[in-house]
């Protein structure tokens, strides 16, 4: 399908590809850069967010002299050959940070670390300067707010830290505890706080994350370079296509301090309850046994009656791992 791009001055609802267009106009992102499927002239393969599906529609943004001027959407089949054609250049990257004040999601986990250090290779190449954007999501652990400070003081990268203006705690008494399928607590503790963040830098900017293909089915489907509707810049993951060796290997070879939290198979700096398996609050209950049971009582006060541990269908609540743990011991 070809949908032909009207130069207006007003943007409308039809015209979603307009600041895709002005943040993808000036950079020649060699990246993106694919022969479309539908008219077969070169452009630029985009994606956007929309509500439902999982995996977001493909779109090829055709640019001249810095104006979208014909925007195709390829077939199913024709996606998923698009897809498999977009890379992550390094020259595309110095470019992205030379384009305006550079901001990396900084969990603390090993992706966004990686990440880390790698763009601040890349930005001293470049002259650059990075800011690490901590989300203290209220329902992390206060050891991974405080390594995040250590690995930026390490690294001499300015740390900002932003939170949700209503906590956790608070939140999950109103909505009960997040699952698959109801997880308010992204929108609310991670998004929220870093639009609300970003909306105070008026300077063109780009925000870069540690999302890789190699985490999951549908995230090998992403396009690592795209417009973020919320934070209204460029959402970059430099390290997309990178294996779990590449990360470690990176990280091994800074001497950069490690700490209990790494020894957790995942993100310690939310335990709202979405993704986390008994593995996981087990190992809590190791590093952190007063946030443990901070997280028993939000079960039993939990008013939805959702647990945040289910084996073969069943509940198993977090008071019983407890039990079994101090027996064993």
Not at 6 to 31: F, H
Request: proline share 5%; net charge positive.
């Amino acid at each position: 399908m070809i949908i032909q791009y009207e130069n207006k001055k007003k943007s409308t609802n039809k015209e979603w590809w307009r600041p895709i267009g002005e943040a993808l106009g000036g950079l020649s992102l060699k990246s993106l850069k694919v022969r479309c499927p539908v008219c077969q002239e070169t452009g630029l393969a985009v994606t956007r967010w929309v509500k439902g599906p999982t995996l977001k529609p493909v779109y090829i943004l055709h640019i001249k002299r810095n104006e979208v001027t014909k925007v195709c959407e390829p077939d199913g089949k024709q996606s998923a050959t698009v897809r498999r054609k977009v890379a992550m250049l390094r020259g595309d990257i110095k470019r992205l940070l030379q384009s305006g004040k550079s901001f990396v999601l900084f969990s603390g986990g090993k992706d966004s670390l990686a990440t880390l250090l790698y763009l601040k290779r890349i930005a001293e190449e470049v002259e650059r300067d990075l800011t690490a954007l901590y989300v203290d999501t209220t329902a992390g652990l206060p050891e991974n707010t405080e390594y995040v400070r250590q690995i930026c003081h390490h690294l001499l990268v300015k740390l900002e830290i932003v939170t949700p203006k209503v906590d956790y705690f608070t939140l999950v008494k109103k909505w009960g505890i997040p699952s698959f399928g109801y997880r308010w607590c992204c929108r609310e503790l991670k998004i929220k706080p870093v639009k609300e963040y970003l909306d105070t830098v008026m300077e063109p900017k780009v925000v870069f994350d540690g999302i890789r293909a190699a985490e999951s089915n549908v995230r090998k489907h992403y396009i690592p370079i795209w417009y973020h509707p919320s934070f209204r810049c460029l959402s970059v993951s430099p390290i997309f296509y990178w294996s779990d060796n590449r990360v470690n290997s990176l990280i091994n070879s800074n001497g950069i301090p490690k700490t209990l939290l790494h020894s957790l198979p995942s993100s310690t700096e939310c335990w709202c309850g979405a993704y986390k398996t008994e593995t996981d609050f087990r190992k809590l209950y190791e590093l952190n046994v007063d946030f443990f049971y901070k997280l028993v009582e939000v079960e039993e006060q939990n008013q939805s009656g959702y647990s945040f541990i289910y084996k073969n269908g069943c509940k198993k609540p977090l008071r019983e791992i407890a039990r079994e743990i101090t027996t064993k011991s």
